[in-house]
């Protein structure tokens, strides 16, 4: 009697790794996309505020940063809308579309932080070899004197939060509709606030009060864990989520 492999191939993709991969590709699209369109703009931008205004020193790139959050918020809650309901359809479960997402919005958070990080560096690198100088009007930990690695995590943790909270904001318009999603808005987009608060009073900056100067990993710290409660409040949101038949 011969035996026959019986075996599922072993290359076979499962549902959250298979979820990861085509969410991500489609984020990185855009993602290249938006940076093409962005720095193009950026270097305008700089060119105009040291020719016009007169300001030779300003890390004008960094501005972006509002771009970088709030583009990958809306495509978050885009996301939702479109695919939670096509992964069920597919035999997917609710519980794999909360980690895939999830999983998905912190790697694409944390790329765009990550590039621009790079194109501050790079900014800074050519005003230095121009002579000019590269000072940081827009920040909340992080100056021109402190360390990559402050304004890297800075940057990730900005716009790590704002993808997780527009999954939330996007989750709960599923469970709950429009009118109550709308008035769900300060608690379901707050995470970002209150991020933008807690390390601008480290930083010094913001609407509340600024804590005694000290090392800033404390606001970070807690900036993580505004991250990870969105996440996990995101996460029971979707798995209670009932998908009804679309309106003929």
């Known amino acids: 009697m011969s035996a026959t492999a019986t075996a599922a191939p072993a290359d076979r993709t499962g549902p959250l790794r298979h979820t990861v991969t085509r969410l991500a590709a489609a984020n990185l699209t855009l993602l290249v996309w938006f940076w ?45 809308a479109l695919y939670l309901r096509v992964h069920v359809a597919a035999g997917m479960t609710r519980r794999t579309f909360a980690r895939a997402t999830v999983l998905v919005g912190v790697g694409t958070g944390a790329a765009y932080g990550v590039v621009l990080t790079v194109l501050a560096v790079v900014e800074r690198g050519v005003r230095t070899a121009l002579g000019r100088g590269w000072r940081v009007t827009d920040g909340f930990l992080a100056d021109e004197s402190s360390p990559l690695g402050l304004l890297l995590a800075e940057l990730v943790v900005c716009c790590v939060v704002g993808n997780v909270a527009g999954l939330l904001v996007g989750a709960v318009y599923q469970r709950w509709g429009a009118l109550r999603g709308t008035l769900a808005l300060p608690f379901t987009a707050g995470p970002v606030f209150l991020v933008f608060a807690l390390l601008g009073a480290a930083g010094g900056w913001g609407p509340l009060p600024a804590v005694a100067p000290g090392p800033p990993w404390p606001a970070l710290g807690w900036s993580v864990l505004v991250v990870a409660l969105t996440a996990a409040a995101y996460a029971a949101v979707v798995r209670r989520t009932e998908l009804r038949p679309p309106n003929p």
Do not use: E
Request: include cysteine; aromatic fraction near 8%.
């Open 36 to 80: 093409a369109c962005s720095v193009p703009v950026v270097v305008v931008a700089s060119v105009l505020v040291d020719r016009v205004l007169g300001v030779d020193d300003a890390a004008v790139v960094l501005y972006a940063r509002h771009a970088a959050i709030w583009f990958p918020f809306s495509q978050a809650i885009a996301l939702v």
